[in-house]
């Protein structure tokens, strides 16, 4: 599964606009120097022939400037959790095996010692968690970005009419989970949004409940021998694909093909 990552912001332009706007006031600059931003808006032409406004967050080293479109993060973020889950599935089924000595018939052991743990293992668990993180966090942006700077949304708390603007529902006054089971469904007006697919919102909730387990691994425990091993267990047995279906789902659900998938090459 690989997804595409469009450029963001990517502006339709009229041919009109580009001739006019575009073309009569270019600048061709060859040296890197001239340019004193790496904060840059560029005007492209797609292979498709479409033209696009688009920007550019450009890279400066050893005196060269790397252009090239700013990547929506929101999609970023989502191919960095498909990637690495991969990778943590790559680990898992291949090499395992080969990193761990055998000691039964299906009992192998990953070498250790008194400061220094198996690459193999740290590498299972450190692609696992950044896909479980990476994923909430490709979330959260979603959320935030989906839904409009003019957006007011009305609720009731504590037997109280009360509304949040953008901002507030960007902020810590409203939750993820409200976020996701209250505000979006009211932005857009659809009270049988989640009707269709309650499975991938209560996976969407478990994901984002493992991942608070990963980020604080709270240290409340009897002793060395139980503390962080609860949570990196529940980790480790997180059935990240699911959560990953079910995010892309939510997501083209409230906007059409908004996730769009990369064409396999055929082997």
């Keep these: 599964m690989k997804i595409k990552i469009p450029p963001y912001p990517n502006l339709e332009i009229t041919e009109e606009a580009y001739q006019n706007d575009i073309i009569s006031s270019s600048i061709v ?3 890197s120097s001239d340019l004193t931003s790496n904060k840059l808006i560029l005007a492209a032409t797609f292979k498709t022939g479409e033209k696009r406004i688009i920007k550019s967050l450009a890279v400066r080293y ?39 000595i055998q000691k039964g018939d299906n009992v192998y052991l990953l070498d250790f010692e008194e400061k220094g743990t198996h690459e193999c293992y740290n590498h299972y668990v450190k ?14 942006a979603f959320l935030n970005h989906i839904i409009p700077n003019n957006f007011i949304y009305h609720t009731i ?4 009419p009360k509304q949040f603007n953008k901002t507030e529902i960007e902020s810590t006054k409203v939750s993820f989970a409200e976020k996701l089971i209250h505000v ?7 009270a049988e949004f989640w009707d269709n697919i309650t499975n991938e919102k209560d996976i969407i909730l478990a994901l984002y409940e493992n991942r608070k387990n990963i980020i604080h691994l709270k240290t409340n ?20 694909l699911s959560s990953i279906n079910a995010t892309i789902t939510f997501m083209n659900s409230v906007s059409n093909k908004f996730v769009e998938f990369e064409k396999e090459e055929k082997s």
């Excluded at 060269?64 to 960095?80: C, D, E, G, Q």
């Excluded at 692609?127 to 993180?133: D, F, H, N, T």
């Excluded at 708390?157 to 109280?160: A, E």
């Excluded at 979006?184 to 659809?190: D, F, G, Q, T, V």
């Design 29 to 31: 600059k060859n040296d």
């Design 221 to 240: 425990a009897e002793d060395d021998l139980t503390r962080y091993f609860d949570a990196i267990d529940k980790m480790l047995d997180f059935d990240i």
């Design 184 to 190: 979006i469904p009211k932005y857009l007006e659809n």
């Design 127 to 140: 692609y696992r968690a950044s896909s479980i993180i990476m994923l909430v966090s490709s979330l959260e």
């Design 62 to 100: 050893k005196s060269k400037l790397y252009i090239t479109a700013f990547p929506n993060p929101i999609h970023l973020f989502l191919s960095l959790s498909i990637e690495h889950y991969n990778n943590s599935e790559g680990i898992k089924e291949n090499n395992f095996t080969k990193c761990g």
């Design 157 to 160: 708390r504590g037997n109280k």
